[in-house]
Structure formats: C-alpha cells, structure tokens
C-alpha cells in the first residue's frame, strides 16, 4: 500500500480511497480493529436473526397458518437459532475479548495477531454459505439447529453446505480460542499473574478452553453426518446398524459446554460492571474463579439431561440430573458474590449497571427453569414443550445479550472516545427488559399447558398467551433500534470521555486514554 | 523462565529478546492446543465407529 495514500495519526492508519480503506480491514492483525469487526458483524447478525424471529413470533400470532408454509417456518426456527449461537452471540463476546483482554492484561496485541485475522474473516463467509440455502429448491436447512438424523438427512441441496458452514464457523471459535489462551499464558504484564486478572480475561481463558474441547466434537458429529449421507456409512442410520441416539449424545457432548461459552463471557463482564457501579471490589474473586472453573467443569458430563425421554438406563438418568443440579451450587456462588459487591456499595445505575442488575434477576429465572427440567420425572412433561424455549431463551437473552448490552455501554466510551447518550441508553434498557419478559414470560404457562415448540399452528386454547408473547417480541425488536442509533450517534460525537470513564472503574484498560490508541502497552507496565 | 513480559523498565534488546522468546512459546502452545482440539475430533468419530459405546 503506498505510504501517499495513507494519513497516519497516533498510529491509526487512515487510507484515502475505498480500495485501501476495504484492504485496512480485510488486512489488519490488529486487536482493536479485529474486535470491532467482530462486535459490527455480530450486531448485524442480531438483526438477521432477530428478523427471522419476528417471522416466526407473527406467524404465531393467532392460530391457524397465516404469513409462511410450515416448511418455511421450520427454516426459520432452524436458521434463527444457527445464526443467534454462531453468528451473533459467539462472535460479540469474541469481539469483547479481542478489544478487551489484551488492554486488561497489557499485552500490546494478541499472541497470534494473522491467525485472529483469518478467525475473523472465516465467519462471513461461513454465515454467507448457511444463508446463501434460502435461495436454493427446498430451501435453507429445517431440521433444528441441532441436526438431529435422520430427519436432518432429508434436507436436500442445503445439507452440504450447512454441514461446510458448522465446520468452518467450528475452525473459527477453535482458532480464537487457541489465540486468546496463548494471549493469556504468555502475554500478561510483569506482576500480573494469573490471580491479579480481570473476571473478564479469567472468564474467557476458561470459556476458551471449553471451546477448544466442544467444537471439533459438533465438527466430528457433522462430518459423520456427511459421510452417513454421501459416502454410505451408518454411523447413525439404523438401517445399517447405525444409532441416531449416539449422534445425539455426541452433539450434546459439545451442545451444553456450548451453553456455558456463551454465558461465561456474559459472567466475566457482570464481574466487571457492578464493582465499578458499586464502588466495591469484586467480592470473593478467588470463590468466583473457581466457581467458573467448577461450572466449566460440570458442563462437561452433564450433556444427556437434554435427552431424558429417548430412554436411558436409570443409572444414566440419575447421574446426569445430579450432576446437573450440582452446577446450582457454583452458579449459587456467583449470584451471591454479584449480591454482596453491591452490598453497601454507593450505587448508582447507569445503563451497563441496569443491564448487569437485570441480568442477575433474569438469568436466575433461567437457572431455577433449569433445575425445574432437570428432574427427570417431571422432564418428562416439560421435554419439547414451549417451558423450554421460555427456559433457554431466559438464560440467553437477558443472560448473555444482556451480559453484551452491559458490555457494550460500559466499553463504548473507551472504544469511541465520547459518552454514549445515558437518556438514550436507559429507555434502550427499560424497553428490552419489559418487553424481553412479556415475550418470554407467558411461553412458560404454554409449555406447562402442552404447547409443543418448532411448530406454526397451535391449538386455539393456547392463542391469547401466544398473542401476548408476538407483542412482546415485536416491542422487543423495536427497541434494539435505539441501541443501534446510540452506538451510531456515540461514534459521531459527544461529550468526551476521560481516560477512567466510570468513578468506580479499576484495571489497565481505564489507564490508557479514551479512545484506546490504535497500539498500546508497546512497554509493558508493571503492576504492583 | 518467567511467562509475564520484560518490566517496564528493561532494556530494548531485553525486552526484544524477551518478545521473540514469548512469540515462539505462544506458537509452540498454539500447536499443542491445536493438536488437542484435532485429537478430540478424530477420537469422537472413532468413538462413533463403535456402537454402544454410551450409555442408551
């Protein structure tokens, strides 16, 4: 790239021209930019998601087939959940960890910069082969997003490619992982050990971790998939000795871990929010480390409680229901520290405080909706019921999306330089949380009632719940529109932020001026 | 041999020897982990080639 192109200002390369400006960021190694691509392309993903959403929340608006086929929905339902896990939620939290980590630890970059570079840039590519089966006869994949055979072996055009796109959406977790472990074991400054680190970069080593032993087992499940469908062995077709039920304990051998790399995140940066609003120290940092590595730990032999009714042995259901009821007691732990650190704390609510409040309301709603479906006799009522779809969308919503929107408004002055519009921010917060719950909420009442979920008809008894339930997810995609402007407007201008941001905030990144220069910590500091 | 980075105040050369050492850890644990996640892929299909292996 010629030098004349270029304007350099504080080490941020500037190039004039539309070519050198795509080239900056289809080439940068740098932690900063990689992140923000990251954190861009998740929130568009949270809106194609979203959209598909809105699609299947109209579609059961009323009883009876109203707007989309029922093969149409299935894609929805199927594609909606893909897009949330791989497409939006992984890769905001992945973006979180690339701004974030180096600047808690201070290292001037990631360990591995070229190699965060291709794990970036395999996701839209990957999303880009998973969306591009719309438009192709039959349609995008159906089967739900856990590809159960044989039922996924009937997708027809899409199936190679949806099994292509898990595979390198897989390569790309794997890679970050790899990245943000090594970043960690080897970049932190003098005097910062592994006990003097951020929730956050803790929280993530952990997550990472996870990550590395989960995805190349989905990978494993898929690619047997394919060889089951196009090379003729029957890892899973009962017809040639094969057992679908394996395929189930193998996706969810990586299915629950998956669960907790998208909250543990959420978890490390509510560790960060609220002693910075509460003006306290994180209470029992040590208890919280280990009870996230406890947590990581349980999620790896609790994966058949997601298949009670297929019939295990007695022995088989007894283990997994205590194993997983067992995961209350570190989760117990982390929702009483959060507790006590605002415990006489001088608290003040700022958008990231109300974010991380309501988080720890919320997703404790999603825990004890757990602890309900992980007894087995009453699972048996619950499983494939719309409790569960009010159970994950519980721990996932207003637990790890919430955990991003805390993230992202305590974060965005020191990514942007200015103060994001706190008037803005709360009517962002008090819109989602109301309507995250008027959508949510009733699909308890319909699940316990009967409700089946993945389908697009319903009987009429169930109707005004469902009704309710639209309207709150309409209300609640609306009022993602208000962060989308909140961010646009923050970047335009505002009110400067200083180098701390937050009275309460402590650790490296608040050192280093607001915004972050485009390379820090060339000099390591030391810490104390 | 420490796995935190040359002090603030060090010398260049120390902390750019420090650098290429950190660098060079970093990718050999890179391969390691990489290998483990490649193991863990390769071992669950072998896993499934073998029927009955889990419980149900």
Same mark, same amino acid.
Request: hydrophobic share 55%; charged share 10%; with cysteine.
């Given at each position: ?9 504080? +080490? ?88 974030? &980590? ?25 999303? =880009? ?35 292509? @796109? ?42 990472? #971790? ?23 062995? $029957? ?6 000795? +094969? ?16 669960? #907790? ?23 029992? #940092? @040590? ?11 349980? $999620? ?65 709603? +999603? ?8 007894? &087995? ?23 790890? &999306? ?9 974060? =965005? ?44 008809? #319903?009987? &009429? ?8 339930? $639209? ?58 | 041999?420490?796995?935190?980075? @040359? ?26 982990? +990489? ?22």
């Amino acid at each position: 790239m010629s030098t004349t192109a270029i304007d350099v200002h504080a +080490g941020h390369h500037h190039p004039k021209g539309v070519l050198p400006w795509i080239m900056r960021w289809v080439t940068t190694t740098n932690h900063k930019d990689i992140g923000t691509m990251y954190l861009v392309f998740a929130l568009s993903m949270f809106f194609v998601g979203g959209l598909m959403a809105m699609v299947i929340r109209a579609e059961l608006f009323q009883p009876g087939l109203q707007f989309v086929d029922p093969h149409f929905f299935n894609q929805m339902t199927t594609v909606h959940a893909l897009i949330m896990i791989f497409g939006a939620v992984m890769p905001a939290f992945a973006g979180f960890a690339n701004w974030m &980590v180096p600047l808690m630890i201070g290292a001037p970059d990631m360990a591995l910069p070229r190699l965060n570079n291709w794990s970036f840039w395999l996701l839209p590519f990957a999303t =880009l082969l998973l969306l591009m089966t719309f438009l192709f006869p039959g349609g995008a994949p159906a089967s739900g997003w856990t590809m159960y055979p044989p039922l996924v072996l009937q997708t027809g055009n899409a199936f190679p490619f949806m099994i292509f @796109a898990v595979h390198l959406l897989g390569l790309s977790s794997i890679m970050a992982a790899i990245n943000i472990i090594v970043t960690i074991m080897n970049m932190r400054a003098p005097g910062m050990s592994l006990m003097k680190m951020p929730m956050f970069a803790w929280t993530w080593l952990i997550t990472a #971790y996870l990550m590395i032993l989960a995805m190349p087992v989905l990978a494993g499940a898929v690619t047997m998939l394919l060889t089951d469908q196009f090379f003729g062995t $029957s890892f899973f077709t009962a017809g040639g000795g +094969g057992d679908p039920v394996m395929y189930q304990h193998i996706f969810w051998f990586f299915g629950h871990p998956e669960v #907790y790399i998208i909250i543990l995140p959420a978890f490390g940066i509510v560790s960060q929010v609220i002693p910075t609003f509460s003006r306290k120290p994180l209470f029992g #940092y @040590a208890a919280m480390v280990y009870a996230t590595a406890a947590i990581a730990f349980l $999620s790896l032999i609790v994966w058949a409680h997601h298949m009670f009714t297929v019939g295990m042995p007695l022995g088989g259901q007894l283990f997994f229901m205590l194993t997983t009821m067992i995961i209350a007691i570190p989760t117990g732990v982390k929702v009483f520290n959060w507790t006590a650190t605002m415990w006489r704390g001088s608290m003040t609510f700022e958008t990231p405080m109300l974010f991380a409040v309501a988080f720890l309301f919320l997703f404790t709603i +999603g825990g004890f909706s757990g602890l309900m479906v992980a007894i &087995v006799p009453a699972d048996f009522q619950y499983h494939d019921s719309y409790f569960v779809v009010a159970h994950f969308h519980y721990v996932l919503v207003p637990g790890a &999306v919430f955990g991003a929107f805390a993230g992202a408004y305590y974060w =965005l002055p020191k990514w942007t330089g200015h103060m994001y519009d706190e008037r803005l921010g709360k009517w962002h917060f008090w819109l989602t949380a109301v309507f995250v719950n008027v959508t949510f909420f009733p699909q308890h009442f319909l699940g316990l009632a009967g409700m089946p979920r993945r389908i697009p008809d #319903y009987a &009429v008894q169930f109707a005004d719940f469902n009704m309710i339930s $639209s309207i709150g997810a309409f209300g609640f995609g609306l009022a993602q529109l208000i962060f989308v402007w909140v961010v646009i407007k923050c970047i335009r201008g505002g009110e400067k932020a200083t180098d701390q941001v937050w009275e309460g905030a402590e650790g490296l990144e608040w050192t280093v001026p607001s915004p972050a220069p485009h390379h820090t910590f060339d000099t390591p500091p030391v810490i104390k | 041999m420490s796995y935190a980075m @040359a002090p603030a105040n060090g010398s260049d050369e120390r902390r750019d020897e420090g650098n290429d050492q950190r660098r060079a850890r970093a990718r050999r644990n890179a391969l390691l982990l +990489g290998l483990l996640a490649a193991g863990f892929y390769v071992g669950f299909i072998l896993l499934g080639a073998l029927k009955g292996i889990f419980p149900g």
